[in-house]
């Protein structure tokens, strides 16, 4: 599976959150960083085209501005998904959003500041997923990074890696495999025998459950 | 009350709704059109806050591209709502959105080929006004303006005068006196007489009704 990271960010040289990810991504086979901002010499719309035709998982990602995407990524949106794209070219792939937030995500919700979910406020990105037949990924969200500890910024690693390339996310057997395929792939991966046994024999461990509760049903 | 319509549309002149709509506006006292497209040398941000001070009703009015407005609007409000501005400038004004749709307005609910309603769709905007402690007045759809009969057009012009002119628009007594207002300011409003009565005997007669409806309570 390849994945597309589209990224907007007016600021993004100066943005911790920001180079975090990009560094997350540079030990990831198939994924390629797409930033707007960063095209020097603006774009082609047929050769943006391709390269969302060539990735099975695309990726927006920026920062909310105005319960939205910044106005680069509206406008690349605007331009690209021309009709011929969005009717055919786009069927089956997914469609994921890493949101970066300034405010605490609790305060998206009825009654506390913010007044209205990041699903609700979102919408309009669920429906472009609608309107272009591709499966629409539950929301990444990431607030106040500024504010985050090491320990966080260490599980916020794994959990982005996980969204960008995890197939099938919401299983918890592709979960592990993907742990077990990221701890083989690092460098000096041999380090982590321990924690590959262990992971192995948790699997056996609820495999003989699975198995003795099928046997029950029967 | 003073109104400002924000327009963004990347085909203006061409847009057979939009200059139906610059046409209506025309003949209206106190409401200000300011087409960002059309500014040739672009703007000044302390300009166009001044101008968003000075005005009591904020309208945003485009034409629905990918379910939000188009790139130019929101580069506009990412410039030009700063905190300084949002935090006190905007306190008790009312900010009114009129779209303007491509399919039937039937299209945008649960089922039908949009799946949301527009006011799903809108939300960050009623977000917006939320945030800066402004009225969000109930959207105004516009859809298929070319397809439209005469007969519908004329009731558009009313009801798109009312929309930006009209204080309290949820009231029926506001909607008759500004229609009289608008009657009888109209260039040959003389010529009116007789639904200018017919409507000052249908209020007398709804008086009547209402006093003889209190009595009966008493």
Known sequence: MKTLVIVSHPEY???????????????LPDVTLHHLEGLDKGYE?????????????????????WYSCPYTLKKWLDDVL????????????????VVTLGVAETNFQAGASERYTLS?????????????GMTYLPI???????????????????AYQRYLTQVNQASFVNREK??????????????????????????????????ALKEMEE
Chains 1, 2 share one sequence.
């Open 13 to 27: 040289w100066q943005s911790g959150g920001q180079q975090f990810f990009r560094e997350s991504i540079t030990t």
């Open 82 to 97: 021309t009709s011929g794209l969005y009717r055919e070219g786009l069927k089956g792939k997914e469609l994921g959003i």
């Open 178 to 211: 993907w742990l077990v395929t990221r701890l083989e792939a690092l460098e000096g991966g041999e380090k982590y025998p321990l924690i590959l046994d262990s992971i192995q024999q948790n699997r056996d461990y609820l495999d003989d459950l699975h198995l």
């Open 45 to 65: 719309i047929y050769e943006e085209q391709e390269l969302l035709r060539s990735h099975d998982r695309i990726i927006l990602q920026f920062p909310m501005y």
């Open 120 to 132: 609700e406020l979102l919408r309009p990105f669920e429906a472009i997923a609608n309107k272009c």
């Open 140 to 158: 990444f969200p990431v607030s106040q990074f500024a504010y985050m500890s090491d320990k966080k910024k260490e599980e916020l690693l794994v």
